[in-house]
């Protein structure tokens, strides 16, 4: 691998990926099993993140147990009763529409946790953040290699992290950052869901990059 | 778009950009310029990266001005003074001869920041530290998009997040997250410098899996 040099076509591949990811809910899995082979293909691309002082600081909790999903179910519809209310009207009505995630609909789900170090990392003194934001890194990767498998990856972040920590018996050092839902799906969409829907607008590049400060 | 099928080969490409991507420091980086066009390709993978709610919560800070990059390079060495700090004997010596930033080398620096939404966002009530976790995904996007065309990115987490936003005038509402080298390099390390010096282990895949709880 070393000095490898990619060409205009591995770019344009990489481009495509990047460009073709969407976040997936369970209106959009079919009920098709994922392959072992390619659940492993995932985890090892969450594996070559980068990671503060290499500390690969990442723990994945599995969840099959139709019983902890049930509740993973229930702190997702709790959380999203107080998330509605933040707004209001119309956009609160769009908001009862949306699904949200895909707990029960993903053939695989999988909790992402960040696990201290217990000893000093390098690079993580100032900024202890670092070690999650290592994490976030492996499941760009993981989301990534997904869509390369044509495979669905949705992020749930309408969640407690404590509750989420409880019901997945997490050690005291060990941090909820997010729950993802994979599986194959009848479509990946041409745009974001909430581009499509006008919920938000897609920023113009020049409106989020400044020269020598702001 | 809709519904692209990627193949084997995809994959593989995908595969080894992960693979090759490698954290590229200032004794790694050649004097030659970086191309405009490659510098918008870039921008553009952070632009196509998650975002919780659709909210893009990403902003670029360019650092051209050689005095502004000199008190960025004061806030390094400010700060990685008190990280050596954390390391003992053999460990601190062997710290001490790292090379672990290319502000000066690089000739491409830019400063990451995480802007909050004035109004409410999608998904980001109960664990607000998604937003953040958004600009994350985008620097990765960034960091594999760079390897595609052969440039080489550092991540530089040794700064005082604080004075990070001084130097760079931020307004009250943007968070420092991360300062980004880049550049063209003598040579891409086939391993993860840290896993060469054997500073730290990799870690078994095994080893940071679960199956329905810890």
Redesign the interface.
């Given at each position: 691998?070393?000095?490898?040099?990619?060409d205009v076509s591995?770019?344009q591949?990489?481009?495509?990926?990047?460009?073709?990811?969407r976040?997936v809910r369970g209106n959009r899995f079919s009920d098709a099993p994922v392959a072992n082979e390619d659940i492993?293909?995932i985890?090892?691309?969450a594996?070559?993140?980068?990671s503060?002082?290499?500390?690969?600081p990442?723990?994945?909790?599995?969840?099959?147990?139709n019983k902890?999903k049930q509740q993973v179910i229930e702190s997702f519809e709790e959380?999203n009763q107080?998330?509605k209310q933040?707004?209001d009207g119309e956009k609160q009505a769009q908001?009862a529409q949306?699904k949200?995630e895909g707990i029960k609909e993903a053939p695989v789900n999988i909790a992402v946790f960040y696990?201290a170090s217990k000893l000093?990392v390098?690079?993580?003194?100032?900024?202890l953040?670092?070690g999650?934001?290592s994490v976030?890194?492996a499941?760009?990767?993981m989301?990534?290699?997904a869509?390369?498998?044509?495979i669905g990856l949705g992020?749930v972040?309408?969640?407690?992290?404590r509750k989420m920590e409880k019901?997945?018996?997490?050690?005291e050092d060990?941090e909820f950052?997010?729950y993802l839902c994979l599986g194959h799906v009848k479509?990946?969409?041409?745009k974001?869901e909430?581009?499509k829907l006008k919920?938000?607008q897609?920023?113009e590049?020049e409106s989020?990059?400044?020269?020598?400060?702001?």
């Open positions: 691998m070393k000095n490898r040099q990619f591995d770019q591949t990489l481009e495509s990926i990047l460009k073709a990811r976040d492993e293909k985890l090892e691309a594996s070559w993140a980068p503060v002082g290499f500390s690969q990442w723990e994945f909790v599995f969840v099959r147990d902890i959380t107080s998330a933040q707004f908001y949306l949200l696990r000093p390098l690079g993580q003194s100032s900024m953040e670092t999650k934001y976030v890194c499941i760009q990767n989301w990534l290699m869509r390369a498998l044509n992020w972040s309408i969640l407690e992290p019901i997945l018996n997490a050690p060990a950052i997010a479509e990946f969409l041409e974001p909430l581009e919920w938000a897609r920023k590049i989020v990059t400044f020269i020598d400060g702001y």
